[in-house]
């Protein structure tokens, strides 16, 4: 399915010719992630003589044992077993986390494979979709628990660690290993997710500004108004979605294939370069279904748990849902892109960082206040003061690191240290998180902050 | 010393360069360069005695050897009339005369000792010593307890550089290179902003504490360690950020020599005064800033209800347009030059160190004396900064400039100016938690 073209693009003068090579829908996420990948060892198999048995230990082997990350497998049986023998809280939520990072690898592993069936642009769509399955399954179980605001704030660490941890930490080590050389990277694709990112910024902001034009006397019509914006931002922010959805895999298709700039080395040690599927159609449907199952079952632990975990280990529960959770939830794209920075890939390092980035804030986030408005809980739009300008901060920097089209590792550094001090700030940050934004609360302690003596 | 060509593929474009390094010799060397004069020795080598003759000649080039030697008066003067009481505005507006000519001199004597010690510790000994009316100021205050004003003047330098530097040098430049194209190396001001912006975040994260915070006593312990904490890391991009300029990545932070005119007197390879003369001259010339700097420390808040200008007002506005005069008439005299690459190396490059060196410096200074200082400038100050790194940061963004950008800049600088001098806040030097801030529209009474 590989087709390589060699075209000349007249870019900002410059005359540049590109091969591009076609890998049938893989998108800077696949390439990513199957850096973790192991090449199968089918020597000990193929000793079984029972067909039938001898293909099912295949497939298990494959999907099971198929990537670096398999020793946190453990961790899933021992988040179940401290559960339901009442170990600790802490403990449940600390294993719960644990067995989420290699759960997170596997279903993008098979939404790779299911798409091999399918197509590339079904395959896109899935991948586009179930990249995200972790923080979109995490979020649901915290707005079925009413807790708003651990959703609200793991999806906005999501998104910073993203944009900073991720981004900066691949720049900064791409920069180390590579420079003598020039790293460029196409800032076409840069642009539409910074443009994205800003208008799910702008619908942050004007609802918690809202709340600072408030008068006493029309403190319900506030709420009521605040709720209503926040939902039709949403609608325009799904609409958003599926429009850039378009733009990244039917008409602009050529702005986010991964383009290897000359030379071609492809390290065999790395990359599984898999233009075959590895487990057919149905065995990877069958088992997307149960890793999704057992992924919904350890984020309803880490869920439950926080709390208890936030007492035990003295952190507070926004520092907890803010770094932690995306840490550990975004902990296989890191890898994968810190290792493509290494190899100067830029481009796919991008497609990572910033695509999730863009998906969180544009489907993750819209998504979930429209399922709380079906389930009926008054979800709304905008974090506070504090989260939405670290937030807007963290977008401005990161535009601006990727304007020109160049990377050293000083840009990496200076998003990684920003990531730093944002999560300094939310350490010794200790809030009252309340499940629901009450407005009499947040005004008497604004009269409190005022009235300092 | 070598030059060699390097072709460097830049946004597509091909740009054949010719680099020369000079000894250390930064953008800042380079400006301060121009203020210079040749040394006149005629009427020094007519005195027969060898050791009189060379102790002249020294004090000569040294004293004598700038345009704004005629300045000097003004130190003596202020001595005068502190010791006499002439009336504190007096002292204040002679010590702020002074300060000037000697922030030139001591970066003059820092580039003398930089042509012994290498181009390395060179550069560190600009970086450090460039800003070093702006960091006795800071350490000054901070002995006598004013917090607000070591905040205020640390934010007016990072303003005027950023706005009224850059913006006159641009409106200067692009009004004499009319007909020309003027290009700059927009990788030196985009590594630039984005430290500006970390900075902004340092600052504004403490700001957002007090209206997202609960309780007061929470909010005020929680923010000192945000602080505390923001410094290390701002000390740590500091730090990486020299790295990045003195040893790995040099070239973008070269001065390119295009066509070399005489006027400036950048033909000095050799140094015109010894070393342990050079030193000796540095140390005494520190000392009379930090006299001068102290004096004006003190009679800041007499000089203000006499002048009736608010104390932000001096802070802001004035403080950092005397110290920063010497740089400023280089950079426009560069921007005249058509070399924006120097007048951008000059403006932003002190930003940024005042940003990230100056500031978390004089926090962990406040640290260890025992002094609460946060890295909280209240809204009007903190949304000001903002937005100057924004504009800033933008109008560099291409790569050339003409005179609209430094119009817009200087524009910029003189709404900011305005707002402070019809603010006045009641600046208590002697409290630093009864802060009124009308930022959260308040006044403590």
């Avoid at chain 1, 939830?329 to 863009?358: Q, R």
């Avoid at chain 2, 301060?32 to 004090?59: I, P, Q, W």
């Avoid at chain 2, 850059?166 to 430290?195: H, P, W, Y």
Wanted: charged share 15%.
């Amino acid at each position: 399915m590989a087709s390589s073209e060699a075209r000349e693009l007249l870019e900002n003068g410059s005359i540049k010719k590109e091969l591009i090579c076609r890998h049938g829908g893989r998108t800077a996420h696949n390439m990513s992630s199957s850096s973790l990948r192991k090449k199968s060892d089918l020597s000990l198999v193929s000793k079984i003589r029972v067909g039938f048995l001898r293909k099912l230990l295949v497939n298990l082997e494959e999907v099971l044992l198929g990537t670096k990350l398999s020793v946190l497998f453990l961790a899933v049986p021992f988040a179940i077993v401290a559960q339901y023998c009442r170990f600790g809280r802490a403990w449940v939520f600390g294993l719960s986390l644990l067995g989420l990072a290699p759960l997170a690898e596997r279903i993008s592993f098979l939404t790779e494979q299911i798409a091999f069936y399918t197509g590339p642009t079904v395959g896109g769509l899935m991948n586009a979709t179930c990249g995200n399955a972790t923080e979109l399954i995490i979020a649901i179980f915290a707005l079925i628990q009413h807790k708003v605001d651990v959703l609200k704030s793991s999806l906005l660490g999501s998104v910073l660690s993203n944009l900073l941890l991720v981004l900066g930490s691949s720049l900064f080590c791409g920069g180390i290993a590579n420079i003598s050389k020039q790293q460029k990277f196409d800032r076409k694709q840069a642009d539409v997710n910074s443009l994205l990112l800003l208008l799910g910024l702008l619908c942050h902001v004007l609802p918690l500004m809202f709340k600072f034009t408030v008068t006493p006397s029309a403190d319900q019509v506030t709420s009521s108004a605040t709720l209503a914006l926040s939902r039709a931002s949403c609608i325009i922010m799904l609409i958003a979605y599926i429009a850039y959805l378009v733009f990244q895999l039917w008409t602009h298709r050529q702005l986010f294939e991964a383009q290897d700039h000359g030379e071609e080395d492809d390290d065999d040690d790395d990359v599984v370069s898999d233009e075959t599927p590895a487990v057919g159609f149905w065995s990877a449907f069958v088992w997307l279904v149960v890793m999704t199952a057992l992924v919904a079952l350890l984020s309803e632990y880490v869920v439950a748990t926080i709390e208890a975990a936030s007492d035990s280990w003295g952190l507070s529960v926004s520092f907890i849902s803010l770094i932690l959770l995306p840490i550990v939830g975004n902990a296989a794209e890191h890898a994968g892109a810190i290792i493509f920075a290494f190899k100067n890939k830029l481009d796919i390092t991008l497609g990572v960082a910033l695509g999730s980035a863009t998906q969180i804030s544009m489907f993750v986030v819209p998504l979930t206040v429209i399922t709380a408005w079906i389930i009926g809980i008054e979800m709304e739009l905008g974090f506070n003061l504090l989260e939405t300008s670290a937030l807007a901060l963290s977008i401005l920097v990161t535009t601006l690191a990727l304007q020109d089209g160049t990377s050293h590792y000083m840009k990496g550094l200076v998003l990684v240290l920003c990531y730093l001090v944002i999560g300094a700030c939310f350490f010794v940050f200790k809030a009252p998180i309340n499940s629901s934004i009450n407005l009499e609360e947040y005004k008497s302690s604004q009269d409190q902050v005022t009235m300092r003596i | 010393m070598a030059s060699h060509e390097a072709w460097l593929l830049e946004n597509g474009n091909i740009k054949l360069l010719s680099k020369e390094m000079k000894h250390g010799r930064t953008a800042h060397n380079m400006s301060s360069s121009s203020l210079r004069k040749k040394s006149d020795r005629s009427l020094v080598s007519k005195v027969r005695v060898g050791f009189l003759r060379a102790f002249l000649a020294n004090l000569q080039e040294v004293l004598l050897g700038t345009k704004l030697s005629v300045l000097f008066f003004a130190i003596p003067l202020a001595i005068v009339a502190k010791y006499r009481n002439y009336g504190s505005p007096w002292v204040f507006a002679l010590s702020l005369v002074g300060l000037t000519p000697l922030a030139e001199r001591v970066s003059f004597l820092t580039e003398q000792i930089a042509f012994y010690t290498g181009p390395t510790v060179g550069g560190l000994l600009n970086a450090t010593c460039g800003n070093a009316t702006e960091l006795i100021i800071s350490i000054l205050a901070l002995t006598q307890n004013k917090v607000d004003v070591v905040k205020y003047s640390l934010l007016g330098s990072i303003l005027s550089n950023l706005l009224l530097v850059l913006g006159t040098s641009l409106f200067c430049g692009g009004i004499a290179n009319m007909s020309k194209e003027q290009n700059f190396d927009r990788k030196q001001a985009d590594v630039n902003s984005m430290l500006l912006l970390l900075g902004l975040l340092c600052h504004l994260l403490p700001l957002m504490f007090t209206f997202a915070g609960t309780s007061p006593e929470l909010t005020a312990v929680g923010k000192l360690q945000l602080s505390r904490a923001s410094c290390i890391v701002m000390l740590i991009a500091y730090v990486a950020y020299l790295v990045f300029q003195l040893w790995t990545h040099r070239q973008f932070f070269e001065a390119e020599e295009g066509d070399e005119d005489d006027d400036v007197a950048s033909e000095d390879e050799t140094p015109v005064i010894g070393f342990w003369s050079g030193f000796a001259w540095l140390v005494l010339m520190t000392g009379v800033v930090a006299l001068l700097s102290e004096y004006v420390v003190a009679t800041i808040e007499a000089a203000s209800d006499s002048w009736g200008l608010s104390v932000s007002f001096i802070s802001v506005i004035l403080l950092p347009i005397v110290g920063n005069a010497a740089e400023h008439a280089g950079a426009i005299i560069f921007a005249f030059k058509n070399k924006l690459d120097i007048s951008l190396g000059v403006a932003l490059g002190s930003a940024t160190q005042i940003s990230l060196f100056v500031v978390p410096l004089s926090v962990v200074v406040a640290w260890i004396i025992g002094i609460d200082m946060d890295l909280d400038l209240n809204l009007l100050e903190t949304s000001s900064l903002a937005l100057s790194i924004l504009v800033t940061a933008f109008t560099l963004q291409d790569g050339t400039s003409h005179y609209m950008k430094g119009l817009v800049l200087l524009l910029c600088y003189v709404v900011i100016g305005a707002c402070f001098f019809v603010f006045r806040s009641p600046l208590d030097s002697n409290d630093l938690g009864l802060k009124a801030s009308p930022g959260q529209g308040i006044m403590s009474i």
